[in-house]
Nanobody
Framework: QVQLVESGGGSVQAGGSLRLSCRAS????????IGWFRQTPGKEREFVATISRRGGRTLYADFVKGRFTIFHANALNAVYLQMNSLKPEDTAVYYCAAGPSGVRLTSSSSPEYWGQGTQVTVSS
């Protein structure tokens, strides 16, 4: 059984930064494609960023390009999401997800495993 645990969320002012971490237990995080999604009340969960199993390929939603970076920390069995230049519209619960290697996790229907989510609040 694979468990994903997110951390690093919190409250920050617009223009600030946060780094979210997604730690895996049960299997190496490098066994999966990893994705970050986010959700606000009343809206569907939306894709934010994804990284391939070996970290060679990344893909970002247009609304975070140039501001967010997804990367591996294999020694810690973790994937991070560095979020810079945060905006109030980035306020959401952020979820880490894992899916089959070779699959781009751009849809919320693709992952096999989900974390419990971490709240990010950006104030203006």
């Amino acid at each position: 059984q694979v468990q994903l645990v997110e951390s690093g969320g919190g409250s920050v002012q617009a223009g600030g930064s946060l780094r979210l971490s997604c730690r895996a237990s049960g299997r190496a995080v490098s066994s999966f494609s990893i994705g970050w999604f986010r959700q606000t009340p009343g809206k569907e969960r939306e894709f934010v960023a994804t990284i391939s199993r070996r970290g060679g390929r990344t893909l970002y939603a247009d609304f975070v390009k140039g501001r967010f970076t997804i990367f591996h920390a294999n020694a810690l069995n973790a994937v991070y999401l560095q979020m810079n230049s945060l905006k109030p519209e980035d306020t959401a619960v952020y979820y880490c997800a894992a899916g089959p290697s070779g699959v781009r996790l751009t849809s919320s229907s693709s992952p096999e495993y989900w974390g419990q989510g971490t709240q990010v609040t950006v104030s203006s």
